[in-house]
């Protein structure tokens, strides 16, 4: 059901259309009726669109599209018949564009006489819809004058008897707000583990194909390092992920996952769909796992995010059972969704009781490739954490994404989950895990600093998020320099238990610092500094280092990238210009 101002001016319309014959977003065709009052809030049609109809964006799938007058409640009834009929037998999109008037204004408070004094003069002149109707009765004789006054009385005492009962049962004290519950937080862990065997029977299928298929070449010698690789004992990002999604197809659950360019991969790391070289046959191997396994859906969706993101957020509330995901180009793009998740993904738990189990996979990390392609705006999600609402994490190796996409699978608990996933990462061999690191364990929120041997001597500890960590710990190793690097997984809910336990096994520190790549008014600094700080004992300096606070996200230059303002908050607070390197804090 639309409105004419919003249907003409709201261009998730057309992306939605564009959904309508497109495959795994099909319904089978959608009645849209219309209720074209000739007005948005106070703003005419000359002012709200350039064509003559409200309806002329639907001509762009060829639906059809029905003019009926509002005024004629039987010419409606017929042409809401025939809309449906259409989509019964043709399962295509079919526009209702019912011509009508709003009596009182936006809402009953309102005087729209204040923009469109002639158009109200000539709705106050006029009869109402039940007066005219009733009249067209009476006149053809299908009741008597009686009959319809009887029904309007009739009409009018239920509605005065609701009246009464709803006055009758209001609060006879004061109206106060129940207290927030307090957050529950980090959840105990859940096991997440998949036996090797399960794991190789699923790699054995990905890593071959039926008879007569060719494999793109370059993609064969991909293939071929891959498997090198995994009998080395080994898994990198996209084979994790694969294991993961395998996994779970064996328990019976469904998947679907969908995205631009998301079968291939934007990075070409993925491949969960192959092409045959010589025919173009297409063959998806996680679909052949066995004849008990779940549904496995894998979709490139159109280029919108508006619309391709709501379509799976909607599937995933229905779709309770299955693991919905939805991964963005690069993740800067997931800003063309935001009204999906500002109105639905993190408040509609709270507005509603709706719970949702869906994915986002948002390719994060600042690579010298531009403003549009570097930030998936972590600290935009982070501004919207409370009460629970949603779980943001930014994992650095391929078991803590294994074991994170497993656990959204395994909790009782339903929550949307954002995930910052990698790009230089991917193919990075620090982010690469022991494949037994996925037969056993779950998601650890936080990640202690391995190479530390003797924590007695470590004097500072440098908390961050995503690859960041990987240069600070090359530069710590490079120096040789007693500081320990700690690795925040997932930033909400935040693990505040694991940190204070963590900072009381370091005794001799002396300074504690939050690390990041990006810009000091971006990434998840002041949403983690302000959790940090206070559990940092006070004999212990607290600094954080960052980019200076930029107005984009990044710079367009690569050369001008790794020549960054680095934002050292000391007591001087000095900008200084150095490379990534040498500004990191160590």
């Known amino acids: 059901i639309h409105g004419d101002a919003a249907f003409a001016g709201q261009g998730v319309v057309a992306e939605t259309l564009n959904c309508s014959t497109i495959k795994g977003y099909r319904v089978g065709g959608t009645v849209h009726l219309i209720i074209n009052n000739q007005l948005g809030f106070t703003t005419s049609p000359d002012s709200a669109r350039s064509s003559e109809y409200c309806t002329d964006v639907a001509k762009m799938i060829e639906a059809p599209i029905f003019h009926v007058n509002g005024d004629d409640p039987e010419a409606c009834v017929r042409v809401a018949r025939l809309a449906y009929e259409f989509r019964q037998a043709f399962h295509k999109d079919v526009v209702i564009d019912m011509v009508c008037y709003r009596r009182h204004g936006h809402n009953e408070g309102d005087d729209p006489s204040y923009t469109q004094p002639l158009m109200y003069k000539r709705i106050d002149a006029r009869r109402s819809v039940r007066k005219l109707y009733t009249e067209a009765l009476v006149k053809r004789g299908d009741i008597s004058l009686e009959e319809a006054e009887q029904a309007l009385d009739d009409f009018s005492a239920r509605l005065q008897e609701a009246l009464t009962e709803t006055r009758d049962s209001k609060p006879t004290s004061e109206v106060f707000a129940k207290p927030v519950p307090p957050a529950v937080g980090v959840l105990p862990h859940v096991d997440t583990g998949v036996p090797k065997e399960t794991l190789d029977r699923v790699y054995g299928v990905l890593s071959s194909v039926p008879e007569g298929f060719e494999v793109h070449p370059k993609l064969a010698k991909q293939f071929e390092t891959r498997t090198k690789m995994v009998n080395d004992g080994e898994v990198d990002w996209a084979t994790a992920e694969a294991l993961a999604m395998g996994t779970l197809l064996l328990e019976g ?19 969960a769909v192959l092409s045959d070289y010589t025919t173009g046959n297409e063959y998806a191997p996680l679909a052949h796992l066995g004849p008990d396994q779940g549904k496995f859906w894998i979709y490139d969706s159109l280029l919108s995010e508006y619309a391709a993101m709501g379509f799976e957020y909607g599937y995933s509330v229905v779709a309770k059972d299955a693991l919905v995901c939805w991964e963005a180009q690069f993740g800067d793009f997931v800003n063309g969704a935001m009204i999906v998740i500002d109105q639905y993904l993190v408040a509609a738990e709270d507005k509603w009781g709706q719970t949702s189990g869906l994915v986002l996979l948002l390719p994060h990390g600042l690579e010298g490739q531009g403003p549009e392609h570097s930030s998936g705006r972590v600290e935009r999600f982070l501004t919207l954490c409370a009460e629970d609402n949603i779980q943001v994490a930014n994992a650095t190796t391929s078991a803590q994404y294994f074991h994170l996409l497993r656990r959204q699978m395994h909790r009782s608990v339903r929550k949307p989950l954002v995930v910052m996933t990698p790009k230089s990462l991917l193919r990075a061999k620090q982010a690469r895990s022991p494949i037994t690191d996925l037969a056993t364990g779950s998601f650890q929120e936080l990640i202690d600093d391995a190479a530390v041997v003797d924590r007695n001597t470590v004097q500072r500890l440098i908390f961050c ?33 694991q940190v204070s336990s963590l900072l009381a096994q370091y005794p001799n520190a002396s300074e504690a610092i939050w690390l990041q790549e990006e810009p000091d008014n971006m990434g998840p600094r002041s949403f983690v500094s302000e959790r940090l700080w206070p559990l940092i004992p006070e004999s212990v300096k607290f600094r954080q280092v960052s980019r200076a606070g930029s107005g984009s996200p990044a710079t367009g230059s690569h050369a001008i990238h790794v020549q960054v303002f680095f934002f050292n908050d000391t007591a001087t607070t000095e900008i200084y210009t150095l490379s990534l390197h040498d500004a990191l804090p160590i």
């Open 465 to 497: 998020s995503g690859k960041v960590a990987y240069d600070a710990i090359a530069r710590r190793d490079e120096r040789s320099h007693p500081a320990a690097v700690i690795r925040i997984e997932q930033l909400y809910p935040f693990p505040y238990a």
């Open 253 to 271: 659950k469904n998947i679907r996952f969908a995205g631009q360019d998301s079968r291939r991969g934007t990075f070409s790391q993925r491949h």
